[in-house]
């Protein structure tokens, strides 16, 4: 009889499948393909999470922790699955380090990429030292201090770009990568914090600060620690010439052409599917929707479904989301595994 | 409905010439009308802490242009130039050469305070018209208004005597605004006067008019009291 359940991608929504399905009394084996546990907030170098405001560390560390320290719990760091056999209720997965693992069903939390900036050239990303993004800049306010990376100087002015890698059929990439607008104000706010001399713009499109972010960052952000929010979709960053960074653009709310001088650019990037779906959807056999994340099942009466009996999913695997609703949905998911196996014990009567 | 598209070339930027050399080649004639570009190059990041430093423009940073103000607003119904969603997202970027092209036009907010109700963010656009009126007003971007005119001569008056001689303050005033000194209102103010108060008190007043003289132990209270004010203005306005 299985009493396992094997999750893939260790992750905030990994981490938290895993701990649903050993709390309900059967056995988790995680397998994550990095050599630590914890995703994309501990392998970026996140700051302060949203909308917590917890050190990424501390609070994903408790996931961590919480997993590695579960007597049910079984973790392959540094492996992937290369093959799963077998049936819903009795998979053989085959690990790249080797090992079988035996699970009644499967979970992937296989979250998502970061957007590569290289790809929107025109915005200066690998061209100017003092181009970054929202994941550099975390690392930056990480460590406490803000500084351009050309010559060291703290930022007069700062920008913050949204939707790059968002929103752009120039780059297919034709959703919402959610989250980026909150994370860009409270990062906003961050910055001010660190250095309160420093003026931060931030030129949207929308303000997407959906629920409860709206007054808690996006209105705090302009109201405490005056961001000024400037209605333009940037065409170009260029060099000034003297060591600062020009933006160009429309200010569509005055109607006129602008170049600004910045001395540090940052890009809020989006959520790409991971890099890894395509060998991902053929090796556990669960489809693709049209933008490359994993397909939902039918929603209603299959929460947590992939297009395979027996395979659950969960997190930025299905497309865009945020910490806080990947940690549900990773309890969700697991939840769902677990009554796969319950339903094979009554089964077995 | 209205349209409240500015004329995107201004008279200021069109550039006539006769004649006309570009890189090295004679356009007299043909493209001697050059027109100067709209390209805004750079904020002002001060602008928006002085106009907060009028009453009335205290909350301009919170305005997320949304545009409830200009649509609610009653002068934008009689003048779609007037747009207060405008005015206040030129205030946030200090983009003041914009706003000094409608010097004519801002301080005709009549306070109706529509625009005050209906704002999500409460920004209070009323009061911030009233800080850029005021605003320029003092830049000497607008002629100083009649009211600021009287304030003048009444403050003038107190620094000097301790007190104010009614009469001095109107005539003072009629002649910076170049109204008659003598006009119809006054002329049966003073017959009335005349007809019903005891002769005494209007000897008294005349008296005063002709010597003006100080409260009582007035001393240097004059020269105290217009420092302080200067002062105060100082931290207001910087």
Redesign the interface.
């Known amino acids: 009889m299985q009493d396992t359940v094997l999750v893939v991608g260790g992750g905030p929504a990994g981490l938290s499948a895993a701990a649903n399905v050993t709390s309900a009394g059967y056995k988790a084996v995680m397998v994550e393909k990095e050599d630590v546990l914890g995703g994309a907030p501990i392998l970026s170098g996140y700051a302060k999470l949203v909308p917590s405001g917890e050190w990424a560390s501390e609070a994903i560390g408790r996931m961590v922790k919480r997993v590695e320290d579960d007597s049910s719990a079984t973790v392959h760091k540094g492996a992937k699955v290369e093959k799963l056999d077998g049936e819903a209720g009795n998979f053989t997965a085959t690990l790249t380090n080797g090992e079988t693992v035996q699970a009644g069903s499967v979970v992937l939390a296989t979250g998502f990429t970061h957007f590569d900036s290289i790809n929107k050239p025109e915005w200066g990303f690998g061209t100017y030292e003092d181009v970054l993004t929202t994941t550099q800049v975390e690392q930056m306010v990480a460590s406490g201090k803000i500084a351009c990376p050309s010559d060291g100087r703290v930022p007069e002015?700062v920008c913050i770009l949204l939707c790059v890698g968002s929103r752009d059929r120039q780059i297919g990439r034709e959703w919402c990568s959610k989250i980026c607008c909150t994370v860009s104000a409270n990062m906003a706010m961050e910055i001010k914090e660190l250095s309160p001399e420093t003026?931060v713009?931030i030129y949207y499109m929308d303000?997407r600060t959906f629920g409860l972010y709206e007054d808690k960052f996006y209105?705090k952000s302009?109201?405490e620690f005056?961001t000024?929010?400037?209605?333009a979709r940037i065409a170009e960053v260029t060099s000034s010439g003297d060591g600062r960074l020009l933006v160009k653009g429309e200010?569509t709310?005055?109607?006129?052409?602008?170049?600004?001088?910045f001395d540090m650019v940052v890009h809020a990037i989006g959520m790409d599917p991971n890099a890894d779906n395509p060998e991902i959807s053929q090796v556990f056999g669960v489809g693709l929707e049209k933008h490359g994340f994993l397909e939902r099942a039918e929603q209603y009466t299959n929460t947590c479904g992939t297009t395979r009996k027996g395979i659950y999913a969960c997190g930025a695997a299905y497309g865009p989301e945020t910490i806080d609703d990947s940690i549900a949905q990773g309890a969700a998911a697991g939840g769902r595994a677990v009554a796969d196996l319950h339903a094979l014990v009554q089964k077995a009567g | 409905m209205a349209i409240h598209e500015k004329a995107l070339i201004e008279d200021e930027r069109l550039q006539q010439h006769d004649e006309l050399v570009v890189d090295g080649v004679d356009v007299s004639g043909h493209w001697n009308t050059m027109i100067a570009p709209r390209t805004v190059r750079d904020y002002d990041d001060d602008f928006e802490k002085k106009i907060q430093g009028f009453v009335g423009g205290e909350n301009v940073h919170r305005c997320w242009q949304c545009g409830s103000c200009t649509n609610s607003c009653t002068m934008y119904a009689q003048n779609v130039q007037f747009n207060p969603r405008y005015w206040i997202y030129l205030t946030r970027l200090g983009m003041k050469e914009e706003l000094v092209k409608d010097k004519d036009i801002i301080w005709q907010c009549v306070s109706c305070n529509k625009c005050t109700n209906i704002c999500p963010k409460d920004v209070k656009p009323e009061g911030v018209m009233k800080a850029l009126a005021h605003w320029m007003e003092e830049e000497g971007i607008t002629e100083k208004a009649p009211s600021t005119i009287f304030d003048e001569e009444f403050a003038d008056q107190i620094y000097k005597t301790g007190r104010i001689e009614d009469s001095k303050v109107m005539q003072n005033f009629f002649k910076k605004t170049g109204q008659p000194l003598v006009q119809d209102w006054m002329k049966t103010f003073v017959f009335r006067m005349m007809k019903h108060i005891p002769v005494k008190h209007l000897m008294a007043m005349g008296f005063n008019t002709v010597h003006t003289p100080r409260t009582k132990s007035w001393g240097k209270t004059g020269e105290v009291l217009k420092n302080y004010v200067r002062e105060q203005k100082e931290a207001a306005h910087g």
């Open positions: 002015r003026d713009f303000i209105w302009q109201e005056k000024k929010f400037v209605k200010d709310l005055v109607k006129r052409p602008i170049v600004i001088p």
